[in-house]
Structure formats: structure tokens, C-alpha cells
């Protein structure tokens, strides 16, 4: 996983220096020819330029032209697609700040000839740069995966590996396949072998010899590592005995700096966004007293630190449901949420009023999400670890959140607490930015549910 976001910051920095290469075409080669474009010089037009140099890698990101790069296979029409959309949404924004802003005619940069010659450059040379990095001409070559496990393993874990789309395909082997492989590899090899062949006592030389290879070119790895690193998710049925407390956690120290950092974080951001975001939840909350008359906040029991339950406060999203009605997961075209829900939860405006929970501690900005403590009476006797995803504070977005999808199932819920077993063991401030950015996409591309 951390390839392919190398891959991603790679393909980023790439686009940039094609920026600057075809902006540099644009100034220097027309003049020579005697057929100017725009001009001669970009004397007073920086803030031109950095805005538009930032803003063709922002909306390559929102439509998802770096996404593409994690798929298991790079579908060109759907690449194309995005290209296309990137740099014609670009061009269209320029012109819309253009007219806002009216600037001189002296600031070229703005030409609607200018950004189309641009874009259009732009958009050929970022499909090279990732038809290039796809190929391996900019990278090196991608390892072969080989699942090395007993015949009783091998559907386990190939079930878990299938649940998540777009990933490198795993190919399991026998112990005769395998060291035929080794012999003369075609491909660097990642071998996971799993924990029952590891206590195989007829397998110790085929091991002694996985371990003994240039890591380079062949490196074994345990199947819950695979998972790590391939799909950052710890899936729970793979975990077993594996030990996992509560001290082998980041934060788990009294002083850890990076604990005191987030709390700071949570209490400072949360305060400004409240601010920032007061005029937007009014408004909401109007639009939902107006559509039916009822009331316009939703108060819910959740299970908070160490399972300890806490009320958190929603706007309301769905019709008004009896005292008595039972927990139920929200489906897909619920009939129980308004037209004014459907939006605020499209934008995730309706989790906001749950600030107030960060900042009276009950909550984090990054985090597990609450659940119902109906629902996860039934989730704990269900899925292995689950009362795991509550050594740390729940959050308003979380690494299940930005990577799984809604949860409307016992399976789904499965996969999600994947995620949240990953973050605990990984947290870090830069997981924690990574997942605040992802959030702030779906925001954009009203993409909640």
C-alpha cells in the first residue's frame, strides 16, 4: 500500500512538471514561430499561475485521476473519462473566477485559448504519466502475491482478500508449485504464509529457504501482514490468536505526544468548525422543521470509550419514528428519510451538531464510529475483536468510514471493524490527515449516504 501511494505522489508530481513544461512551451515556442498564444513574459500574473497550478491537481483528485492508479486494472475509457472531466472542469472554473475577478488584459494566463491549449497538453501528458507508472517504465516492477496456507486455510483467506475490489490478484500455491517458482523467479514474489504452515514441521526447509532469499527479489511475509500492507485492514477472522492489547497500541503510553496533538487538534478544530458551519446548520434545521414540522434535532444512545454509552445529537434526517420503534441499519432507498435528509446526509451536514461531543470529550474528529448498543450486542457475539474498536475515542469520520462502505449488514460491519483495527494499530497524526482529506472529498462530491 505504501507503493501505491508512492504511485499517487509520483503521478502528482509528474502533472506538475508537465504544468510548467507546456506552460513553458506555450511562452517561449509560439513567439519563435511568429504565432503567439498569449505572451511574453508572466510578469504580475503569480496568483494566476499558482491557482491554476493548483487547481488542475485538486480536481484530478476530487474526480479521482489519481484514484484510478490504486484499481487492480487501469480501464482505460474510465481513465480517459476523468482525464477529460479534470481538464474541462478546470478550464470552465478559470473562466468563472476570470469573470468574477475581471482582470487586465495584460493577464494572459487566463486566455480561454491559453487554458485550452493547456489543458488539452495536460491532459495527453497525464495519461502517459499513468499508462507509464502503470507499466513499471517509472517503478519497479510489482511483486507476484503467493499465498502459501493449508488447503482448510486457502478459502478463509481468499475470502477475506475478495472482499475488497481493485486489489492484485492472490494466487495460491502448493509447497512443490512454490519452490518451483523460487528456482527461477519471472517476477519478484511476496509469499504469505499462513500460520498453520508455519507449525508445519515438514515444511521447515521450504521455509529456511524463503527466509535465506535476497528480500529484493522474494520476501514471505505472514497472511495478516499481507493484509496490512496490501489492503491496510486488519480482517478479524485472520487475527485469531494473534496478540493484540491494548499496551501495543500507539497512544497507549500516559505522555504520548501524538495522543496530546490529536485531543489539541480535536478541541481546536472542532471549535472553529462550529463557527464556521453555524449559518449552514441553521439553514438545515429550518429546511427540516419546514418540511414536516417536526422536531429538528435527533438525540441517540451510542457506545462510546470502553463501551460506555453517551448521547450524541444529529440533525434529523429521517420521519419520526415511535419510542418503542427497534434499531435498524439504514438501507439503501430508505423510505424513512426525508428529502431534505437525503441531502444533509449526501454532505454529512447532519453529523455536525456531534462537535459538541468532541469537544466535551466524548468524541474525536478522527475515530471508530459509534454504534447503537441494540446493534452491537448482536455484532459482539457475531465478529471476533469487536469490542476492540473501543480502546479509543469514537470519531465523526474514521478509516472504515472513507474506505468501506455503508454498513447494512453483519458483514458489512465485518469489513468496516477491518478498518478500525488497522487505525488502531497504525494510528498516527499522517493516517489521521489522510483520512481527513478523504473525508472532505466525499463532502465535495456529496458522495455520504
Known sequence: MNDQRALIIRALLLDGAGQLLILG?????????????????????????????????????????????????????????????????????????????????????????????????????????????????????????????????????????????????????????????????????LVAVSSEMRRDSSQRLLLESLEMRDPRVVCSVSVLRLFEQQQERLPPVLMGDVPFTYDDLPWASTFSVQAQLKRLADLVVAALLLLITAP????????????????????????????????????????????????????VGDQRITAVGGVLRRVRLDELPQLLNVLNGEMSLIGPRPERPELEHQLEQSIPHYRKRHWMRPGLSGWAQVCAPYASTIEDSDLKLSYDLYYLRHFSTWLDLVILFRTIKTVLKASGR
Do not use: C
Open 25 to 189: 512551451f506555450i511562452l517561449w515556442v509560439p513567439p519563435l514561430i511568429g504565432w503567439p498564444i498569449g505572451g511574453s513574459n508572466l510578469d504580475g500574473q503569480g496568483s494566476w499561475l499558482l491557482f491554476s497550478l493548483l487547481l488542475y491537481p485538486f480536481l484530478g483528485w476530487l474526480f479521482g485521476s489519481y484514484t484510478v492508479l490504486r484499481w487492480r486494472r487501469l480501464a482505460l475509457p474510465m481513465l480517459l473519462q476523468r482525464l477529460v472531466i479534470t481538464a474541462v472542469v478546470s478550464v470552465m472554473v478559470v473562466a468563472v473566477v476570470r469573470w468574477l475577478i475581471n482582470p487586465d488584459d495584460s493577464v494572459w494566463l487566463v486566455y480561454r485559448s491559453v487554458q485550452l491549449l493547456w489543458m488539452l497538453a495536460l491532459t495527453g501528458w497525464a495519461l502517459f504519466v499513468r499508462l507509464a507508472l502503470r507499466r513499471g517504465l517509472l517503478l519497479p516492477e510489482s511483486p507476484r502475491l503467493l499465498l502459501l496456507a493449508q488447503q482448510n486455510e486457502i478459502s478463509t483467506v481468499l475470502a477475506a482478500w475478495q472482499r475488497v475490489p481493485h486489489r492484485q490478484r492472490l494466487s495460491p500455491v502448493d509447497a512443490l508449485r512454490l519452490q518451483g517458482r523460487l528456482e527461477q523467479p519471472e517476477q519478484p514474489l
Open 280 to 331: 449552514f446548520m441553521a439553514v438545515a434545521a429550518l429546511l427540516i422543521w419546514l418540511e414536516d414540522r417536526g422536531p429538528v434535532f435527533y438525540a441517540q444512545q451510542r457506545s462510546g470509550w470502553l463501551g460506555r454509552p453517551f448521547t450524541v445529537l444529529k440533525l434529523r434526517t429521517m420521519t419520526v419514528q415511535p419510542a418503542d420503534a427497534p434499531a435498524e441499519w439504514t438501507q
